[in-house]
């Protein structure tokens, strides 16, 4: 009998625990990437960062532009490979131009966003995010019009998008 | 955190206490099966019904107090991007350029960079600058402290920078005067305000982001009060002596002003912060600026305007033409308040009564509040703050003017920002709702060889060269007499104008617009028109407005190419009047004496060095207009570090 009881009592409290914790890991990440344009990206890359189950939403911001930059970094890489074997002189120009348009959003952009995000003036956040995505569309537009000619499409969408999560969610720091 | 709500829905959806005792008797195995789904079927029900759509959602904030996160609007002014899915060409987002083109960076090159330097405008040697902090006038010196980045043309690592002049224009440079060596200060040693005792001594307050990033109050003074250099800085051992009050969010209580003396013998002084998306501004008083204590209520408040920052208020006098200090409060005077809006980087003013007895600031026209009415500057102009000079008995007003090119631009020329040559602030007697703004008279020091342009006609449609020799430091007064007949004849309509939408300086209205193109190349491929546009109503009312075209200022596309302006009140019998000040990439502008401002920053590729030139021009229909100019080439004024000082930050 007791037995019973015990199984029962047990079973409703792992069903009635592991909702509610869920949910509330979950529900500033919800409410703050939907003030964002891409929904799905800022829940999945939050989603994917342990800090994120703790954090407020400067540091949701945070956790946004170190995955930025490390996009970024790994885009870097990759213009820098393709660079070695490019002979198409447009190409080159292209890629080279993105070094440099790259080593922006790495060495100045995110983490001036970053620190203003930590320090506590968010209007600085918001300008050098959005330097970050308008950078990374740069890169993107030296290619050419038909997205089909860039090399690095991934990569500029990724930065570019991420960018501009880190740049909404620091508006709503002002 | 454990969330412990979880529990309550247990005994309230399935109606029985699961640790009552059931019936003694052996239950068979299929009724346990199905009182053990039922009850897993309840659990799963309850967790859906509690996970709803989070639009109450509220979370604790730091302090404590529970801050709903949903009340704010989201601050996207784009839509979701409508881009092709795969591609990264999105021209919906307004976030890629500055201007809605294609936004591929200009390859600038050296010359055109440092060309951008400016003659006679306040910058540091290198990196970046922002907020103009603590200026004062002592023991014969002008100083001038800022919000300074030593390592880099981009914001961070904040600290101080210091210079000195006897004349507000030729500025030396002097040592770092303070850096974020405590603990309440290490995030960011931010902007502050001075105050001088009656005694002559200075205290300054200062808002430090401290190692939690929390953002407090701090005291420092001078080490050495016979120093007229004021060199070093010492900060109070009792530091933070104000922390952010309950009920206010950590990282939003910043940019303490200079204090006022009640005569009840204490100080107060103002503090800006916000409650959700209101702006305030509170007031605390001290007797030594170590204790404090905060009044109820606010000083001011204004629902929509967001964080208030760099807060400013201060007398102006109704009847006299000179500043006053920053205590005095009699019938003669009106107070002004100032803020700088975080939401949209522009500082706005309102006239108005201050209340000593309540500590309330009772705006003249609410509906021309702070933050919804008036700004200081209609272009690029930002945290701006003012001081009594009680040298030469006026109240001047310092701004900040950031680059409006890319920050890779900034990085590449090493340096970002100046600051607005200060001007000199009144209250407009004749309007009794406007500020006048015009530039310290010392600047006329500047001033080299003149050149007069007497009734210059231009006619409508029609450009006229001024040949002033180089034409990229200049200090220019104009007069412009529209056609009387033109302007009566025109018929009037009810299309309202602004500078910002009306296309710019090549769109043609019957009255306006006419001006000047300044930094303009031969060919006009670039040009920069500072222009008045004047509409008339279906009434037969005149309305002025004054506007700063950077649409073709430059053939780069990475820098900014606005159109700024706003009306201009014109009174019976006024001519329209226009100051002009060109120093390289500013360009400051001051119509009717300074009623209504523009300062906007400019990059031409072409139109520069020997090649920039100034014209007159009048794009009007209907109307020709006669111009009176008198035009000063201006020098240098040699800003530098200041001799034989070790330790120079630059």
């Given at each position: 009998?007791?037995?019973?009881?015990?199984?029962?009592?047990?079973?409703?409290?792992?069903?009635?625990?592991?909702?509610?914790?869920?949910?509330?890991?979950?529900s500033l990440?919800e409410t703050t990437c939907k003030q964002t344009p891409y929904l799905?990206?800022c829940?999945?890359?939050?989603?994917?960062?342990?800090?994120?189950?703790?954090?407020?939403v400067?540091?949701l911001g945070?956790?946004?532009?170190?995955?930025?930059?490390?996009?970024?970094?790994?885009?870097?890489?990759?213009?820098?490979?393709?660079?070695?074997?490019?002979?198409?002189?447009?190409?080159?120009?292209?890629?080279?131009?993105?070094?440099?348009?790259?080593?922006?959003?790495?060495?100045?952009?995110?983490?001036?966003?970053?620190?203003?995000?930590?320090?506590?003036?968010p209007k600085?956040a918001v300008?050098?995010?959005?330097?970050?995505?308008?950078?990374?569309?740069?890169?993107?537009?030296?290619?050419?019009?038909?997205?089909?000619?860039?090399?690095?499409?991934?990569?500029?969408?990724?930065?570019?998008?991420?960018?501009v999560i880190?740049e909404s969610i620091a508006s709503l720091l002002l | 955190?454990?969330?412990?709500?979880?529990?309550?829905?247990?005994?309230?959806?399935?109606?029985?206490?699961?640790?009552?005792?059931?019936?003694?008797?052996?239950?068979?195995?299929?009724?346990?099966?199905?009182?053990?789904?039922?009850?897993?079927?309840?659990?799963?029900?309850?967790?859906?019904?509690?996970?709803?759509n989070g639009s109450d959602f509220v979370t604790?904030s730091?302090?404590?107090?529970l801050v709903s996160l949903n009340t704010a609007k989201p601050e996207l002014l784009q839509p979701v991007s409508?881009?092709?899915?795969?591609?990264?060409?999105?021209?919906?987002n307004r976030l890629?350029?500055?201007?809605?083109?294609?936004?591929?960076?200009?390859?600038?090159?050296?010359?055109?960079?440092?060309?951008?330097?400016?003659?006679?405008?306040?910058?540091?040697?290198?990196?970046?600058?922002?907020?103009?902090?603590?200026?004062?006038?002592?023991?014969?010196?002008?100083?001038?402290?800022?919000?300074?980045?030593?390592?880099?043309?981009?914001?961070?690592?904040?600290?101080?920078?210091?210079?000195?002049?006897?004349?507000?224009?030729?500025?030396?440079?002097?040592?770092?005067?303070?850096?974020?060596?405590?603990?309440?200060?290490?995030?960011?040693?931010?902007?502050?305000?001075?105050?001088?005792?009656?005694?002559?001594?200075?205290?300054?307050?200062?808002?430090?982001?401290?190692?939690?990033?929390?953002?407090?109050?701090?005291?420092?003074?001078?080490?050495?009060?016979?120093?007229?250099?004021?060199?070093?800085?010492?900060?109070?051992?009792?530091?933070?002596?104000?922390?952010?009050?309950?009920?206010?969010l950590?990282?939003d209580?910043?940019?303490?002003?200079?204090?006022?003396?009640?005569?009840?013998?204490?100080?107060?002084?103002?503090?800006?912060?916000k409650i959700n998306k209101t702006g305030i501004?509170?007031?605390?008083?001290?007797?030594?600026?170590?204790?404090?204590?905060?009044?109820?209520?606010?000083?001011?408040a204004v629902d929509g305007t967001g964080m208030w920052?760099?807060?400013?208020?201060?007398?102006?006098?109704?009847?006299?033409?000179?500043?006053?200090?920053?205590?005095?409060?009699?019938?003669?005077?009106?107070?002004?308040?100032?803020?700088?809006l975080d939401d949209d980087k522009?500082?706005?003013?309102?006239?108005?009564?201050?209340?000593?007895?309540?500590?309330?600031?009772?705006?003249?026209?609410?509906?021309?509040?702070?933050g919804i009415?008036?700004?200081?500057?209609?272009?690029?102009?930002?945290?701006?703050?003012?001081?009594?000079?009680?040298?030469?008995?006026?109240?001047?007003?310092?701004?900040?003017?950031?680059?409006?090119?890319?920050?890779?631009?900034?990085?590449?020329?090493?340096?970002?920002?100046?600051?607005?040559?200060?001007?000199?602030?009144?209250?407009?007697?004749?309007?009794?709702?406007?500020?006048?703004?015009?530039?310290?008279?010392?600047?006329?020091?500047?001033?080299?060889?003149?050149?007069?342009?007497?009734?210059?006609?231009?006619?409508?449609?029609?450009?006229?060269?001024?040949?002033?020799?180089?034409?990229?430091?200049?200090?220019?007064?104009?007069?412009?007499?529209?056609?009387?007949?033109?302007?009566?004849?025109?018929?009037?309509?009810?299309?309202?104008?602004?500078?910002?939408?009306?296309?710019?300086?090549?769109?043609?209205?019957?009255?306006?617009?006419?001006?000047?193109?300044?930094?303009?190349?031969?060919?006009?491929?670039?040009?920069?028109?500072?222009?008045?546009?004047?509409?008339?109503?279906?009434?037969?009312?005149?309305?002025?407005?004054?506007?700063?075209?950077?649409?073709?200022?430059?053939?780069?596309?990475?820098?900014?190419?606005?159109?700024?302006?706003?009306?201009?009140?014109?009174?019976?019998?006024?001519?329209?009047?226009?100051?002009?000040?060109?120093?390289?990439?500013?360009?400051?502008?001051?119509?009717?004496?300074?009623?209504?401002?523009?300062?906007?920053?400019?990059?031409?590729?072409?139109?520069?060095?020997?090649?920039?030139?100034?014209?007159?021009?009048?794009?009007?229909?209907?109307?020709?207009?006669?111009?009176?100019?008198?035009?000063?080439?201006?020098?240098?004024?040699?800003?530098?570090?200041?001799?034989?000082?070790?330790?120079?930050?630059?």
């Amino acid at each position: 009998m007791t037995k019973i009881i015990s199984l029962l009592v047990l079973q409703a409290l792992f069903c009635f625990t592991l909702f509610p914790l869920s949910y509330s890991a979950n529900s500033l990440i919800e409410t703050t990437c939907k003030q964002t344009p891409y929904l799905d990206l800022c829940i999945s890359t939050l989603e994917s960062d342990p800090r994120s189950s703790s954090a407020d939403v400067p540091v949701l911001g945070c956790i946004v532009a170190d995955t930025a930059n490390a996009k970024a970094s790994a885009t870097l890489n990759q213009i820098s490979t393709l660079l070695k074997s490019a002979t198409d002189p447009k190409l080159k120009k292209a890629l080279n131009g993105c070094v440099e348009l790259y080593n922006m959003i790495i060495k100045h952009d995110i983490p001036v966003a970053i620190d203003a995000l930590e320090k506590g003036d968010p209007k600085f956040a918001v300008e050098y995010a959005t330097d970050a995505g308008n950078n990374a569309q740069d890169c993107e537009d030296r290619f050419g019009k038909s997205s089909t000619n860039s090399p690095i499409s991934g990569g500029n969408k990724a930065v570019h998008d991420l960018s501009v999560i880190v740049e909404s969610i620091a508006s709503l720091l002002l | 955190m454990v969330d412990t709500v979880s529990f309550l829905p247990v005994s309230n959806f399935d109606g029985s206490n699961p640790s009552e005792p059931l019936q003694s008797r052996r239950i068979p195995m299929k009724v346990q099966l199905l009182i053990f789904f039922g009850l897993l079927a309840v659990g799963l029900f309850a967790a859906l019904l509690t996970s709803n759509n989070g639009s109450d959602f509220v979370t604790e904030s730091e302090h404590g107090s529970l801050v709903s996160l949903n009340t704010a609007k989201p601050e996207l002014l784009q839509p979701v991007s409508r881009g092709p899915a795969a591609g990264v060409s999105e021209k919906s987002n307004r976030l890629f350029a500055k201007d809605g083109e294609n936004m591929v960076a200009f390859p600038w090159n050296n010359s055109m960079l440092s060309w951008q330097r400016t003659a006679f405008h306040f910058q540091p040697e290198r990196n970046w600058m922002n907020d103009p902090n603590g200026p004062l006038f002592y023991k014969g010196w002008y100083h001038f402290f800022y919000q300074y980045n030593p390592h880099a043309a981009v914001w961070g690592d904040i600290v101080w920078g210091h210079a000195v002049s006897k004349d507000l224009i030729h500025w030396l440079h002097l040592p770092l005067a303070m850096v974020a060596d405590r603990t309440y200060d290490k995030n960011g040693v931010w902007t502050g305000s001075a105050t001088i005792l009656p005694d002559g001594k200075i205290v300054m307050l200062y808002t430090g982001s401290d190692a939690d990033a929390v953002q407090v109050q701090n005291l420092a003074y001078p080490t050495d009060h016979s120093d007229p250099l004021l060199i070093n800085w010492v900060k109070f051992s009792g530091n933070p002596v104000l922390v952010p009050p309950p009920g206010i969010l950590s990282k939003d209580f910043r940019d303490p002003t200079t204090a006022w003396w009640t005569s009840e013998g204490k100080w107060r002084l103002t503090i800006g912060s916000k409650i959700n998306k209101t702006g305030i501004a509170f007031v605390y008083e001290t007797k030594d600026f170590i204790t404090y204590e905060k009044l109820d209520g606010v000083l001011h408040a204004v629902d929509g305007t967001g964080m208030w920052e760099c807060v400013d208020f201060f007398p102006v006098s109704k009847t006299k033409e000179n500043g006053l200090d920053t205590s005095i409060n009699n019938p003669d005077v009106k107070h002004v308040l100032k803020v700088s809006l975080d939401d949209d980087k522009n500082d706005y003013y309102a006239i108005g009564t201050y209340h000593e007895k309540n500590a309330a600031f009772i705006p003249d026209d609410p509906e021309n509040d702070v933050g919804i009415g008036l700004r200081y500057d209609y272009g690029v102009y930002y945290a701006a703050k003012t001081f009594y000079d009680q040298n030469k008995n006026r109240r001047v007003l310092w701004g900040w003017i950031k680059e409006s090119d890319s920050e890779a631009a900034d990085v590449q020329k090493g340096w970002a920002s100046v600051q607005s040559i200060p001007r000199t602030i009144l209250l407009d007697q004749k309007t009794g709702t406007h500020l006048l703004q015009w530039p310290v008279e010392e600047i006329e020091s500047l001033r080299l060889n003149s050149y007069d342009f007497n009734q210059v006609t231009v006619q409508a449609g029609s450009v006229v060269p001024l040949d002033v020799g180089p034409a990229t430091q200049l200090d220019i007064i104009a007069e412009f007499k529209i056609d009387k007949e033109a302007l009566d004849k025109a018929t009037g309509s009810d299309l309202t104008f602004s500078c910002s939408s009306s296309g710019g300086a090549v769109k043609r209205g019957a009255l306006g617009p006419f001006g000047l193109l300044a930094l303009a190349e031969d060919s006009l491929s670039e040009q920069t028109p500072v222009y008045f546009y004047i509409a008339k109503g279906s009434d037969g009312n005149l309305k002025t407005f004054f506007c700063n075209d950077q649409t073709r200022s430059s053939e780069a596309s990475d820098v900014n190419k606005q159109i700024f302006g706003s009306v201009v009140p014109v009174l019976e019998g006024e001519n329209l009047s226009l100051r002009v000040l060109v120093d390289h990439s500013i360009i400051e502008s001051f119509a009717q004496g300074g009623r209504t401002v523009i300062t906007s920053r400019v990059y031409p590729t072409k139109a520069i060095y020997g090649a920039a030139k100034l014209f007159l021009f009048n794009n009007a229909t209907e109307a020709g207009v006669n111009a009176s100019l008198r035009i000063w080439q201006m020098s240098s004024a040699f800003i530098r570090p200041y001799p034989n000082i070790d330790n120079q930050p630059q």
